[in-house]
């Protein structure tokens, strides 16, 4: 290797290794794990089936015979690329259909797909905020979030984690006319839910615009899956509600729906929607034959919901510490990154897949076992992991 790179490059291509081996030694060293097949309930790794906790499969559509015939169909007629933006000649009907399903789901006039959710977040906090303006973020927020705040140049006010105090207070005494809230609404790390009616009476009272990320809400929660807010039954009007396909809706990409004044405003000013190329048409088709199933099938969220609920029981009754989690994520708290490292082994030996998550995604001192249920896991899977678990420290 080493032989390969000019006398310049070695300077700082040393510094990048000294941080490699500095993140290895403090446990913090990330590496790609590559199945070798499957992406539902069982993946195939080092020639062993291992059941998958850890995947944001959470309907178990991503390998749906009629999700991947829906994908190919669509490439069929659309072709593999549509090569260009949007606004060049990248729009095709499905794009079209999709955008309305899935303004009507999340009960809102438009909506408009983005590349990813990462993209979607990016490009409506940079299109709606600007230098002089004020957003409120809540600190356990995604970092898609965090990275549209920094980009945006607005001035960024962290409130604590769901403190909806600590939101108030923040808002009373921030002067900016233009002021814009950003929550997730299932969070991504812990599974709790935001205090959406308090945060939804705050922009109200406060004159601000309410920006929600249902990144794990959408297909999930809701009586339809519409997500968080219908299943708190609040009215999403006046509210913009970010989402991805990537996760329930088991395909790729990301939107925003909101009033159709704000969609004809992004399609105009947001730089993440204009300068990328569309969704290839088969990520189209497998997100719209997902949500046919997200509507037909209702049973699929009730499983979802009662696997999670026998997980958090078996966990407390191991005595291990309550979490906040009220949907399909559930933390196993651990605390270091090496305990959390230690944890993903032996849950590994037992032929369960479960990834550690570790600082910088969770704060310091908070490292954890994250399982992500799929609907299609058994109850019997989960009476296996809880066996599997390490006794409480
Ligand atoms: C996964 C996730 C995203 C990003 O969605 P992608 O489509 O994977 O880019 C955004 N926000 C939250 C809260 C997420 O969990």
Known sequence: MASTESPAASGWLGELRAELAALEGRSLRRTILTPRHGQGETLSIDGRELLNLTSNNYLGLAGDPRVVEAAVEAARAYGASVSASRLLCGSTPLHEELEGRLAALKGQEAALLYSSGYLANLGVLTALARPGDAIFSDALNHASIIDGCRLSGADTKIYGHCDAEHLAELLATTPASRRLIVSETVFSMDGDIAPLPALVELARDHDAVLVIDEAHATGVLGPHGEGALARLGLDPEGVIIVGTLSKALASAGGFVAAGQT??????????????????????????????????????????????ATRLRDGLMAAGHPPSDSATAIVPLLLGS?????????????????????????????????????????????????LAAIPPPA
């Open 262 to 307: 704000v969609i004809d405003y992004l399609v105009n000013r947001s730089r993440p929607f204009i300068f990328n190329t569309a969704l290839p048409p088969a990520s189209v088709g497998a997100a719209l034959a997902a949500l046919d199933i997200v509507a037909g099938e209702p049973e699929r969220r009730a499983h979802l919901a009662a696997l």
């Open 337 to 385: 990154a090496d305990a959390a490292l230690g944890a993903e082994r032996r849950l590994r030996d037992a032929g369960i897949l479960s990834r550690a998550i570790r600082p910088p995604t969770v704060p310091e001192g908070t490292a954890r076992i994250r399982f992500n249920l799929i609907a299609t896991h058994t109850t019997d899977d989960i009476d296996r992991v």
